[in-house]
């Protein structure tokens, strides 16, 4: 499955470095969305983006930074990150609307040193 | 809020067995949609099955089928003639159903799959 894209799969970082994670999605989907995966922890939903305009934040530290300048695509931008924040961050799309189903990207494995 | 819980951490099953994995969830909605997503090694999150809760028939997709009790809401998978490929983390997903607007899945915490040859 190749429709949402991923870059870098691995990144590792420290505390005061300034990162971004890409999501480009090539399946013609208007809403994009960012989750965080950490060990034994249900994924939750980060921001939620809908014809570029974000409609959701989950009570996400401002140390994350969402732009999504095109319905394509989608970045996480990263900055004085905490070793907590060490997960894998999952970027998905959909078709706007009511049957709309999520699919993902393989994601981007951060560790924060 | 909307909750979804998953509790079996672990499952095994012999190749070419059956195998049922339990998922509940908890809402006060009427409408909504239900998934189940597979996560093998690679970490790609693959859907797997989808069930619309105004459906009353059970949804199906080669081997894998679902057991939906809304009454009970209880949304079960049933994997047969179970594939060494089959080996991953099974989640279970819930999503309201709203005529517009991207919807956040709430998901539970993960089900291991282990095949055995």
């Known amino acids: 499955e190749t429709g949402v894209t991923q870059t870098p799969r691995h990144l590792v970082m420290g505390m005061t470095n300034k990162k971004s994670l890409k999501c480009e999605q090539h399946l013609g989907h208007n809403a994009m969305y960012w989750y965080k995966q950490s060990a034994k922890k249900p994924l939750e939903l980060m921001f939620v983006?809908?014809?570029?305009?974000?409609?959701e934040n989950n009570s996400v530290p401002s140390r994350f930074s969402p732009e999504c300048p095109n319905s394509s695509h989608l970045f996480l931008h990263l900055h004085t990150l905490q070793p907590e924040d060490s997960a894998l961050y999952l970027c998905?799309?959909?078709?706007?609307?009511?049957?709309?189903?999520?699919?993902f990207g393989p994601g981007t494995r951060l560790l924060v040193l | 809020a909307q909750t979804v819980t998953q509790s079996q951490p672990e499952m095994s099953v012999q190749e070419a067995e059956t195998v049922t994995l339990s998922c509940t969830y908890d809402t006060s909605e009427s409408d909504y949609y239900l998934f189940w997503y597979k996560q093998p090694p690679s970490r790609q999150m693959i859907l797997v099955i989808r069930?619309?809760?105004?459906?009353?028939q059970n949804a199906t997709e080669n081997r894998f089928s679902v057991n939906f009790q809304k009454a009970a809401k209880s949304f079960s998978l049933k994997i047969s003639d179970s594939q060494l490929g089959d080996a991953a983390m099974y989640f279970c997903a819930y999503r309201r159903r709203l005529i517009q607007g991207a919807q956040k899945l709430v998901f539970g915490q993960g089900t291991r799959l282990t095949i055995n040859p």
């Open positions: 983006y809908n014809f570029k305009e974000q409609t």
């Open positions: 069930q619309e809760a105004y459906k009353q």
């Open positions: 998905a799309s959909s078709v706007r609307g009511a049957s709309e189903t999520q699919y």
